[in-house]
């Protein structure tokens, strides 16, 4: 059983902060890839970050300085912290836990109910 909950969004003026956290239960948090999507309105779902079960990163590229994903692993979490926010920004944020075997074939492929957040003044 895998349940992956999304919190931390809300509504935040430009230029500010938000930190998103995503809480994964179950036992496979630590082998697993776990990425941030976002998806605005009007427009399709769109890679944010990413970190996989080694720590490597990767970001969108209009996104890096801005954005940091991290997780720890003793607490089957993963973070997204945004700063500089603008109103661009503004989307249901989605956390995302993923895996794949050595042939393409999806092993594990879990998502979260998503978080607005939401960028205005």
């Known amino acids: 059983q895998v349940q992956l909950v999304e919190s931390g969004g809300g509504l935040v003026q430009p230029g500010g902060s938000l930190r998103l956290s995503c809480a994964a239960s179950?036992?496979?948090?630590?082998?697993?890839?776990m990425v941030w999507y976002r998806q605005a309105p009007g427009k399709e779902r769109e890679l944010v970050a990413a970190?996989?079960?080694?720590?490597?990163?990767n970001y969108a590229d209009s996104l890096k300085g801005r954005f940091t994903i991290s997780r720890d692993n003793a607490k089957n979490t993963v973070y997204l912290q945004m700063n500089s926010l603008k109103p661009e920004d503004t989307a249901v944020y989605y956390c995302?836990?993923?895996?794949?075997?050595?042939?393409?074939?999806?092993?594990?492929?879990?998502w979260g109910q998503g978080t607005q957040v939401t960028v205005s003044s």
């Open positions: 995302n836990a993923h895996r794949t075997t050595a042939w393409g074939r999806s092993q594990y492929d879990y």
């Open positions: 179950g036992s496979i948090f630590s082998i697993v890839t």
């Open positions: 970190i996989t079960s080694g720590g490597s990163t």
